[in-house]
Nanobody
Framework: QVQLVESGGGLVQAGGSLRLSCAAS????????MGWFRQAPGKERESVAA????????NYANSVKGRFTISRDNAKNTVYLQMNSLKPEDTAVYYC?????????????????WGQGTQVTVSS
């Protein structure tokens, strides 16, 4: 089992920045690719970004390319999502997830473990 706990969400004005963190425990963190997903009220969950086990490869949804950056620190068992130039449409609950995949999947079903989520609200 892998336990994931997100933090760093909050309320920010449009154009602002937030950095989300996801702390992992339970298994060897570096054996898992990590992803960030989000779900807005009344909408389906969508992928945001993914990062490989080593951190050398990343993958982004088109909607966040150039604004969001995913990174990880395997020594700290933590994955991050730096979000810049935030827009009201980025408002959602953000979830991190872990997969034993050797790639960087953006598909939710590829992930085995999920956190509880952290709320991000962007005001206009």
């Amino acid at each position: 089992q892998v336990q994931l706990v997100e933090s760093g969400g909050g309320l920010v004005q449009a154009g602002g920045s937030l950095r989300l963190s996801c702390a992992a425990s339970g298994r060897t963190f570096s054996n898992y690719a990590m992803g960030w997903f989000r779900q807005a009220p009344g909408k389906e969950r969508e992928s945001v970004a993914a990062i490989s086990r080593s951190g050398k490869s990343t993958n982004y949804a088109n909607s966040v390319k150039g604004r969001f950056t995913i990174s990880r620190d395997n020594a700290k068992n933590t994955v991050y999502l730096q979000m810049n130039s935030l827009k009201p449409e980025d408002t959602a609950v953000y979830y991190c997830a872990a997969t034993y995949s050797s790639s960087t999947p953006l598909s939710g079903p590829a992930y085995d473990y999920w956190g509880q989520g952290t709320q991000v609200t962007v005001s206009s």
